[in-house]
């Protein structure tokens, strides 16, 4: 009789966004052959913070939280991205997020090095009163870790101007009667009453709506008639979906945190969008449309899809259902690195993160200069402004994939890799 054990092989660790963005970088950095010490430099990230900070809820008791905020490079000048409260929040999840910005600001040719953090938490159980003390009590922790020619936060997962405007506010009683007035641009994404800029508030989306048209254009292809599926309905999704239905394609289906629902004749956004106000941000039960499984989300039948939500949403277990033949990232590292190899073998198109939802950080540097400069600038200059940056970007990053036969991303991160190791080149490396 034998007395054999069975040993159950270990299971493979899912990805995480770190691995994906640095096998991102890694590919495109071969691709240029990037200075072997630049490489070193862009690996990892310049500081990292962790805040524990006690807060008092509203029944009298303390909580403690858990914030972050990773700065990854300013070769370019200073740090710049969201912050972000949800639960999916941690050190790894920032790391990631802040060398993708660190790419987007740099693709879009914009004075900025890239950052991201948040806190880690679930805001829908909390009330608006212990929301601002635990962002106040967060800026106040972060003290001179952000400033405006430092470090400049702005709105991103459940976070928006109204979270700004404490962030600003509190930041701005640190200081001297006499320097607060210049330190209103420590955040962008305000509200347009306390120094916001007008647009802010649908500048990623529209430019997501922007890149689609753009490469419709370039393709002799018109959006009219068009089926558009958006996950994540937002911000970002319901702009992207506001402006693709104002020329005339059609959402035939939408996911949220809630559920997903869908319709091939055609779900009118602005009736979703206010049928959600009125249910708690939820899609869920919207009369013009069935409740369908999520997990058959991506598969539904049509020509765009636009993922909006969270990070690795599009992965090697449903890349191969996928109808689309465009997907527009209107998410930060909605598709994973497996999933991605799926999808280009299957000739589908991916208008890349760092080009395709940039238009929120453009958006923010136009309000940055605005304060900076004492400046009102208006929403149709915005726009313009907004569109011709976008507009030359993306001309750049459709001219380097054609001309060396390479993909959409892989092209967007050689360009933006590009412009930062010239800079430390220029510089050299103290001392």
């Given at each position: 009789?034998?007395?054999?054990?069975?040993?159950?092989?270990?299971?493979?660790?899912?990805?995480?966004?770190?691995?994906?963005?640095?096998?991102?970088?890694?590919?495109?950095?071969?691709?240029?052959?990037?200075?072997?010490?630049?490489?070193?430099?862009?690996?990892?990230?310049?500081?990292?913070?962790?805040?524990?900070?006690?807060?008092?809820?509203?029944?009298?008791?303390?909580?403690?939280?858990?914030?972050y905020r990773?700065?990854?490079?300013?070769?370019?000048?200073?740090?710049?991205?969201?912050?972000?409260?949800?639960?999916?929040?941690?050190?790894?999840?920032?790391?990631?997020?802040?060398?993708?910005?660190?790419?987007?600001?740099?693709?879009?040719?914009?004075?900025?090095?890239?950052?991201?953090g948040g806190?880690?938490?679930?805001?829908?159980?909390?009330?608006?009163?212990?929301?601002?003390?635990?962002?106040?009590?967060?800026?106040?922790?972060?003290?001179?870790?952000?400033?405006?020619?430092?470090?400049?936060?702005?709105?991103?997962?459940?976070?928006?101007?109204?979270?700004?405007?404490?962030?600003?506010?509190?930041?701005?009683?640190?200081?001297?009667?006499?320097?607060?007035?210049?330190?209103?641009?420590?955040?962008?994404?305000?509200?347009?009453?306390?120094?916001?800029?007008?647009?802010?508030?649908?500048?990623?989306?529209?430019?997501?709506?922007?890149?689609?048209?753009?490469?419709?254009?370039?393709?002799?292809?018109?959006?009219?008639?068009?089926?558009?599926?958006?996950?994540?309905?937002?911000?970002?999704?319901?702009?992207?979906?506001?402006?693709?239905?104002?020329?005339?394609?059609?959402?035939?289906?939408?996911?949220?945190?809630?559920?997903?629902?869908?319709?091939?004749?055609?779900?009118?956004?602005?009736?979703?969008?206010?049928?959600?106000?009125?249910?708690?941000?939820?899609?869920?039960?919207?009369?013009?449309?069935?409740?369908?499984?999520?997990?058959?989300?991506?598969?539904?039948?049509?020509?765009?899809?636009?993922?909006?939500?969270?990070?690795?949403?599009?992965?090697?277990?449903?890349?191969?259902?996928?109808?689309?033949?465009?997907?527009?990232?209107?998410?930060?590292?909605?598709?994973?690195?497996?999933?991605?190899?799926?999808?280009?073998?299957?000739?589908i198109t991916?208008?890349?993160?760092?080009?395709?939802?940039?238009?929120?950080?453009?958006?923010?540097?136009?309000?940055?200069?605005?304060?900076?400069?004492?400046?009102?600038?208006?929403?149709?200059?915005?726009?313009?402004?907004?569109?011709?940056?976008?507009?030359?970007?993306?001309?750049?990053?459709?001219?380097?994939?054609?001309?060396?036969?390479?993909?959409?991303?892989?092209?967007?991160?050689?360009?933006?890799?590009?412009?930062?190791?010239?800079?430390?080149?220029?510089?050299?490396?103290?001392?």
């Amino acid at each position: 009789m034998t007395n054999e054990q069975t040993v159950e092989k270990p299971k493979p660790l899912k990805r995480g966004m770190l691995d994906n963005v640095l096998e991102q970088f890694n590919s495109a950095a071969d691709k240029i052959d990037l200075n072997p010490n630049v490489r070193k430099i862009l690996s990892i990230t310049n500081t990292e913070i962790i805040i524990h900070f006690p807060v008092r809820m509203d029944n009298g008791e303390v909580e403690v939280f858990t914030g972050y905020r990773v700065q990854h490079n300013n070769a370019l000048g200073p740090y710049k991205g969201g912050l972000r409260y949800h639960p999916t929040v941690d050190i790894d999840a920032a790391r990631a997020l802040a060398m993708w910005m660190t790419w987007k600001t740099s693709l879009a040719g914009l004075p900025y090095g890239g950052a991201k953090g948040g806190i880690q938490i679930d805001p829908s159980i909390y009330s608006k009163g212990e929301l601002e003390r635990i962002t106040r009590r967060f800026t106040y922790a972060l003290g001179e870790n952000i400033g405006p020619e430092h470090d400049i936060p702005a709105p991103d997962v459940n976070t928006n101007d109204q979270t700004m405007a404490w962030i600003a506010d509190t930041y701005m009683s640190t200081k001297s009667t006499s320097e607060r007035s210049k330190n209103q641009h420590v955040v962008t994404g305000k509200p347009v009453g306390s120094g916001g800029l007008e647009g802010r508030d649908r500048a990623t989306g529209y430019g997501v709506y922007l890149t689609i048209k753009f490469w419709s254009e370039k393709n002799n292809e018109t959006l009219k008639g068009k089926k558009f599926i958006v996950q994540g309905f937002g911000n970002v999704g319901y702009w992207a979906a506001h402006f693709l239905e104002n020329e005339g394609a059609l959402l035939v289906g939408v996911q949220d945190a809630f559920g997903s629902v869908q319709n091939q004749k055609g779900i009118t956004v602005e009736d979703l969008f206010n049928y959600g106000k009125a249910n708690n941000g939820s899609i869920v039960g919207f009369p013009e449309a069935s409740a369908m499984e999520g997990k058959d989300f991506f598969a539904l039948d049509c020509d765009i899809c636009i993922p909006a939500a969270l990070g690795n949403q599009i992965t090697k277990d449903n890349a191969r259902s996928i109808k689309a033949s465009l997907i527009a990232e209107g998410a930060n590292g909605p598709t994973d690195v497996e999933g991605e190899k799926i999808l280009i073998e299957r000739g589908i198109t991916i208008i890349p993160d760092i080009m395709c939802n940039s238009g929120g950080v453009i958006g923010s540097y136009f309000e940055w200069l605005q304060n900076r400069n004492g400046e009102l600038w208006q929403m149709d200059e915005i726009l313009e402004k907004l569109e011709k940056k976008l507009r030359t970007t993306f001309k750049k990053v459709t001219a380097y994939s054609e001309e060396n036969n390479i993909d959409m991303r892989t092209a967007a991160f050689s360009i933006a890799i590009a412009r930062i190791e010239k800079a430390y080149i220029l510089r050299g490396i103290f001392p």
